[in-house]
């Protein structure tokens, strides 16, 4: 009754909708077959060698997974790593030319402000982000497979890059205000410096700065392109989505962060490393009252129209409007001839942009030597490059419907360079507040993902943890920090959630072979003498313990109680039956005998173990093997020795244990230190039921240390009567069940093929059938 109210009490009225029959469903299941097991199917429908995981399969298929080695491999891989070549094949140039047109112009007119203001947020020169985007977009429509992704400036990747900058250019760049004339000079004349410039990759600290992101961006390529070598893209399945969301989040904070000196026009202390958003926010406030007021009203007039045009004209009519109205265009084009024309920088001391390089600067190599300064933030910011856009391809893929190759965009992003650029002069006279405005600006959709909390909080509450854990130590101490904490908060809470998985009794439905959760299902009950349990989980060295003990919790029963219980009873019998045969008056003859009978074939109490073989035989064995021959030889009619006395005692004792088997004791035997709890005539203590049913379909994976754990529950239980049958197993925990059994020689058959049931009914079918006869 009380489950019945449980069940009841979890139904929202909401949530019952009135049921309407569908026809299709009216019709019958009649199944008439013989019942299985694994033994019996075997033998009727023969099975092909089952082939699992092989690690050096996997090694091969990361190698030449594209195509298999052949006169056409060459070229099957050279055009899979052009998928360009497959598209512009089947171009219909008259119907998605002007189309195709009009949206690129309308991206390259978004990528010009962003790549400039995220340049800044990189802290080099704005026409390296105008680079950054103009010709990764080339590259990537030749390398790429997406049809709608445009590759180009990343907040939260400048955010990364101007990271791992910060944590480098005291090395190798000179300091801010560094006077390269003068140290020169000194140089030239032998003259003492306080300064050392080995290190420096060059005397220009904006040209050092460069060379340090181009190497980081150098790597970063490198690092992509060998996971493409290697098939390594599933490795971003390890970021989650409550994960990705919340360093998102957390990284927009420390966007807007590094923004603010620029929108309130105030100069700020460099910060790096843990705490480093406090630290900003506390030396901000501080200045606060040092804010540039021109500044300030410039960055407040373009924020405004920013998101005022955003949110009620391009996200209101988006449907209407063929293309967005491109507002960060307008701000940076007006903004700049304000600003040129006012002369903002001479008469209001507003900080532009300034002179840019004209023209496109020659190649240079980058110093690839500082990799070993880098390469754990080259490895995240490959990673997280890679995933940020990788789930924009993806989007695009299912919306359009067709399909993006992984590994294939591995190698385009890792093909994609810093390169040239040749329209920069014409924003020097651009104000830094209006680029700043338009990267806050466009942290809109990326601060909003922190009221994405009340959604996890609905749906997981580990994953409201997961997200809540990763935006706080984005925050609190670190982009690079925050990404590993949440990673590894994911691995733990992913390895804690699998070592304690549900776990529940299944119920039969009355008239059907279906077997349902009983705390879910009111109409699902037990059958008698049979236990039925599902973890719903794998089975490995992780979990094994949790997956034994939730058994003993389901079932009610600890076989090692029960027979430490059982032993002691035992134990108790013998030392009696001893003690009153030695101090028999009455019998002094059969003492003699007996006595004389010991000494004879060197019998006495150390040399006799009690074994528990079973619920219902005791088995005496003797070590000495002269005790064989008493059993060949025959033994006297007249007399018993003390041993078969106490077999035969025992066995009248416990004449009646069949018929009592479900009335014994229920539950887990408390056990004492105090030997007086039991004594010769309690009862031997039974379970109250005999079959173990354990369904199996949940477990998809299987080790070593799983099996074992099989093996063992099997032991203990059949120890205490109760018979263990296995339901619903895959052919992979059938294989490594066979596997075990091949590879160890210390006797133990892991695999028996007759316990093993293809459903869960064939199990309870075989063990009601084996209850009658019982």
Request: net charge neutral; proline share 3%.
């Amino acid at each position: 009754m009380q489950r019945i109210l449980f069940w009841k009490k979890n139904i929202k009225k909401e949530e019952i909708k009135e049921y309407r029959e569908d026809e299709s469903l009216s019709v019958d299941i009649n199944i008439n077959r013989p019942t299985y097991n694994h033994a019996k199917f075997h033998h009727k429908y023969k099975s092909a060698n089952f082939v699992g995981f092989s690690i050096f399969l996997f090694i091969q298929n990361m190698m030449i997974k594209s195509c298999s080695p052949g006169n056409d491999c060459f070229k099957k891989n050279l055009i899979n790593r052009f998928p360009a070549w497959k598209w512009i094949r089947n171009y219909n140039f008259k119907e998605w030319f002007l189309a195709d047109l009009l949206a690129g112009i309308t991206v390259g007119i978004m990528h010009i402000p962003e790549s400039m203001g995220y340049a800044l947020l990189v802290n080099i020169p704005p026409i390296y982000g105008l680079y950054s985007s103009f010709f990764p977009a080339l590259i990537y429509w030749i390398f790429g497979t997406s049809r709608q992704i445009s590759i180009g400036t990343l907040a939260i990747v400048a955010l990364m890059v101007g990271t791992s900058l910060s944590q480098l250019e005291g090395k190798y760049a000179p300091p801010e205000g560094f006077n390269k004339t003068l140290y020169e000079y000194n140089l030239a004349n032998n003259i003492s410096q306080n300064i050392d410039a080995s290190n420096y990759l060059s005397l220009d600290r904006d040209q050092a700065k460069v060379l340090i992101v181009m190497a980081t961006t150098f790597w970063v390529g490198i690092i992509q392109i060998v996971m493409f070598f290697f098939q390594l893209g599933f490795l971003t399945s390890y970021l989650s989505e409550p994960l990705v969301n919340g360093f998102l989040a957390g990284s927009a904070i420390h966007v807007l962060t590094s923004q603010l000196k620029s929108v309130l026009g105030i100069t700020t202390k460099g910060f790096s490393g843990a705490f480093k958003i406090p630290k900003t926010y506390i030396d901000i406030f501080s200045n606060l009252s040092r804010a540039h007021l021109a500044t300030v009203l410039i960055s407040l007039i373009c924020i405004t129209i920013l998101m005022v045009i955003k949110i009620h004209i391009n996200e209101r009519y988006s449907k209407k409007m063929t293309v967005p109205f491109p507002t960060e265009l307008l701000i940076v084009i007006f903004g700049t001839m304000i600003s040129h024309f006012a002369k903002f920088s001479e008469n209001f001391d507003v900080k532009v942009i300034g002179p840019i390089q004209a023209g496109i600067p020659p190649p240079q190599i980058p110093p690839l030597f500082i990799v070993k300064d880098m390469i754990i933030e080259a490895f995240l910011i490959a990673i997280v490059s890679f995933a940020i856009n990788f789930s924009l391809c993806d989007l695009f893929s299912k919306m359009h419907r067709y399909k993006i190759n992984t590994t294939q965009e591995l190698f385009a992003y890792g093909a994609i360079a810093l390169v040239l650029g040749f329209i920069a002069p014409l924003f020097q006279a651009l104000p830094q507040a209006c680029l700043a405005s338009i990267i806050i600006a466009s942290l809109k959709n990326l601060l909003l993902k922190i009221f994405e909390l009340k959604f996890y909080w609905k749906i997981n509450k580990l994953e409201f943890i997961q997200f809540l854990t990763t935006f706080v130590s984005v925050v609190i101490l670190d982009v690079e920090i925050g990404l590993g904490v949440g990673v590894v908060f994911y691995i733990i809470a992913h390895l804690v959630r699998s070592s304690q998985p549900y776990a529940t009794i299944l119920g039969n439905i009355y008239g059907t072979e279906l077997y349902r959760d009983i705390k879910l299902y009111k109409d699902a009950h037990e059958i008698e003498k049979i236990k039925i349990v599902r973890i719903q989980s794998d089975l490995h060295a992780t979990n094994s313990a949790g997956f034994k003990k939730s058994i003993y919790e389901l079932t009610d029963t600890k076989p090692q109680e029960y027979m430490a219980a059982k032993m002691k009873i035992l134990d108790k019998r013998r030392k009696k039956y001893s003690q009153e045969i030695s101090t028999n008056f009455k019998i002094p003859l059969i003492g003699f005998l007996i006595g004389s009978r010991q000494k004879k074939y060197k019998v006495n109490d150390k040399c006799v173990d009690v074994f528990v073989v079973n619920n219902r035989d005791i088995d005496i064995r003797m070590k000495d093997s002269n005790v064989e021959n008493i059993q060949q030889n025959g033994a006297d009619e007249n007399y018993m020795t003390e041993y078969e006395m106490f077999e035969h005692q025992a066995e009248k004792q416990n004449a009646d244990t069949e018929s009592q088997m479900g009335d014994k004791i229920k539950g887990h035997i408390k056990l004492s230190e105090d030997e007086n709890e039991f004594d010769e005539n309690s009862e031997i203590p039974m379970p109250n039921f005999n079959f173990l049913i354990i369904d199996c379909s949940p477990i998809n994976f299987i080790d070593s240390v799983g099996v074992k754990t099989i093996k063992q529950l099997i032991m203990d239980y059949n120890e205490i009567g109760v018979n263990i049958f296995l339901a619903d197993c895959n052919d992979a925990f059938i294989d490594r069940l066979r596997c075990m059994t091949k590879a160890t020689d210390d006797g133990h058959q892991y695999f028996d093929e007759t316990i093993i049931h293809l459903t869960i009914h064939d199990a309870v079918t075989h063990a009601l059938n084996i209850n009658k006869r019982i």
